[in-house]
Structure formats: C-alpha cells, structure tokens
C-alpha cells in the first residue's frame, strides 16, 4: 500500500508566507534600483518623417507655417449622376408565396424581390431590368420591369419609294 501524498495545512500556510515574502523582497529591489524612473527616460519624440525616436529634436528644423483659415473641410459636392439601369435574370419565383429572386447579369449578385414591386407580368428565367433598394436583410429588387426586346416582327418597316 502506498502513502498517500497529502500536504498538510501548516505546510500550504508555509508556503503562501514565503511567496509573501519574496514578492515583497522584489518589490523593494525594484524600488531600490531606480532603473527608468526618471522623466526624460519615458518619453518619446517623433520626427518631421513619424517615425518615434528617443532623441528630441534639434532646434534648427524647418517649421512650415499652416494658416488654419486655408484648411477646407466639406464634402465634395455629388454631381449628377445617371441613373444605372440594372439587367437580371429571374431565377425563382414562387408566385403562390409571392417572391422571388433575381441573379444580377454583370455580376454574381442575388437580389430578393417581392411581388408588391414588380411593375409587369413577369416568369422565371425572364430577363428584367429593376432598381435596388436597402432593406432590411440587404438589397432588395424594386421596380421590376420585364426588358424589352424588340423582335423582328415587331420592327416597322419603311415602304420604298
């Protein structure tokens, strides 16, 4: 049978006071030695390129004065922009529920679209033109249109003369 490796009570305080004593033995050699407690060793200066050195900087540097009343602070004004016209491609819907999705042509992105927003009879797999708005689980396909497609027979065509 094997002792059992307990340690007793007396043992453990032992131990807590000698790590009390020696915490309190660094403390003070820490404040005996007074290593980085002055000023000037704590601080740092930054030069004319950013960079953080610990030599202040000569007096002779060149000083370039700035006007406050020259500094301009605004927004560059919007110019007009034309509205983009944006071609998709319906890939489902689902016209008992009332919505569906469509797949941006000149990209990879999917827009959901609601029945509520689309302005002609539309099917999957029509090609539409819509515009986008935020909502409220990202953009969302609005004025949905079905793009005309001009077919050869509805061309007119000019009588000779």
Known sequence: MAKSMTVGKRENE????AKREEKQKRKEDRKS???GSSLDDMIAYVDENGMITS???ANNTKREEINAEEIIIATPKKGKEEPVILRGRVEFFNTSKGYG????LS????????VNNVVTAISENDI???DLERGQKG?????ICLENKLKPEDTVKADPV
Do not use: C, Q, W
């Not at 999705?101 to 941006?104: A, T």
């Open 101 to 104: 999705f469509i797949k941006d």
């Open 33 to 35: 030695s007074n290593r």
């Open 139 to 143: 953009m969302n396909a609005i004025n």
């Open 107 to 114: 990209g990879v992105e999917k827009y959901f679209f609601h």
């Open 55 to 57: 030599t202040p900087p």
């Open 128 to 130: 539409v033109t819509f």
């Open 14 to 17: 032992k131990k807590r006071l």
